[in-house]
């Protein structure tokens, strides 16, 4: 663990969200593994992309995270508990939302990422999220990829287009098609002249 948001900075230097792992509590209560008394393990994510194993132990008003680090430099592995306490707001349209209790400022967020050997909010660990530091080819390079998801075509412009899903209408997907098209062109372009390329050849 701690490896996986090295390297992901952008120009304020600093790392970004989608550059560490997180525990999403939303995602947690949707398993069911918010019951006290119990023990579950789950593999952090970032993304699409799974990673390393932790273990929550539940109790009432707070969780025991447990796992593993290895500081840089050093062969052996600690095992490392953290105690985060959690919250509870009413849902508008009835039941509980539960949220963690930042361990460092005692914000309540559903999202905590790992640093090292804690989890904390964004805002402790000094994370931005990824949009806030793209320029128009990368916000262009995302926004096909969300089509690309949308129509189950493999991400990445540079890979070839899918079909059309079956049961979608044909003016939905000539349009998502087309919109998808100009994003690529953009991204292109980008690309183009971050290598110095001019456009056409």
């Known amino acids: 663990m701690g490896g996986f948001g090295s390297g992901r900075r952008y120009q304020s230097g600093r ?22 008394g119990r023990t579950y393990a789950f593999k952090l994510k970032s993304g699409n992309t799974t990673g390393p194993g932790i273990k929550l132990q539940v109790e009432d008003q707070f969780v ?8 840089r430099g050093d062969s052996e592995w600690q095992d490392i508990e953290q105690a985060i306490d959690m919250d509870y707001t009413a849902c508008t349209y009835g039941g509980m939302r539960p949220w963690w209790l930042c361990p460092c400022c005692d914000r309540r967020v559903a999202i905590l990422y790992e640093q090292g ?15 806030q530091r793209e320029n128009a080819s990368d916000r262009a390079a995302r926004r096909a990829d969300s089509i690309r998801r949308r129509l189950g075509w ?26 998808h098209d100009a994003f690529a062109m953009v991204t292109l372009g980008g690309i183009a002249k971050q290598f110095g390329m001019k456009n056409g050849g």
């Open 154 to 179: 493999k991400e990445g412009i540079l890979n070839p287009k899918g079909w059309k899903p079956r049961g979608m209408h044909w003016r939905t997907y000539q349009r998502l098609s087309m919109k």
């Open 15 to 36: 790392n970004t969200t989608a550059g560490s792992w997180q525990l999403d509590i939303r995602w947690v209560q949707r398993t069911g593994a918010l019951r006290p």
């Open 117 to 131: 050997k804690l989890f904390a909010c964004r805002y402790c660990c000094n994370l931005v999220y990824a949009c």
């Open 64 to 71: 025991v995270l447990v796992h593993r680090y290895c500081p």
